[in-house]
């Protein structure tokens, strides 16, 4: 017996702006899966910076990726400056707060 839902899902246009964040998420991804080199994170950060400075997950997801692979420790130094500024903001500051003590020990 095969059930039909009886509403169509919504499907959300993604813009070219919301493509582009995407894709840097998926090369962390790739990177953490070992598809891709972490030597690609330093692409991904410095696009973040540029385009999207405000998404402090991203930030925390390449952080997670340095912190275990130790690896690129200059840049990883860079990403949790960003990130420790970034918690001044109350709205997030727990939010990276509880993402920090998740990391596995450097």
């Not at 598809?35 to 997670?64: C, G, H, K, Q, Y």
Request: charged share 25%; proline share 5%; net charge negative.
């Amino acid at each position: 017996v095969a059930l039909v839902a009886g509403t169509q899902t919504i499907e959300v246009a993604a813009d070219d702006t919301a493509r582009r964040l995407h894709d840097l998420y998926a090369t962390v991804r790739d990177v953490r899966e070992g598809r891709a080199s972490v030597e690609e994170l330093a692409t991904v950060w410095r696009e973040r910076n540029a385009s999207f400075p405000s998404d402090w997950l991203l930030a925390l997801e390449i952080l997670e990726v340095l912190t275990a692979s130790q690896a690129l420790p200059d840049l990883r130094a860079e990403v949790r400056g960003a990130l420790d500024a970034r918690s001044q903001d109350p709205a997030v500051a727990p939010l990276i707060a509880d993402g920090l003590r998740l990391l596995p020990a450097a």
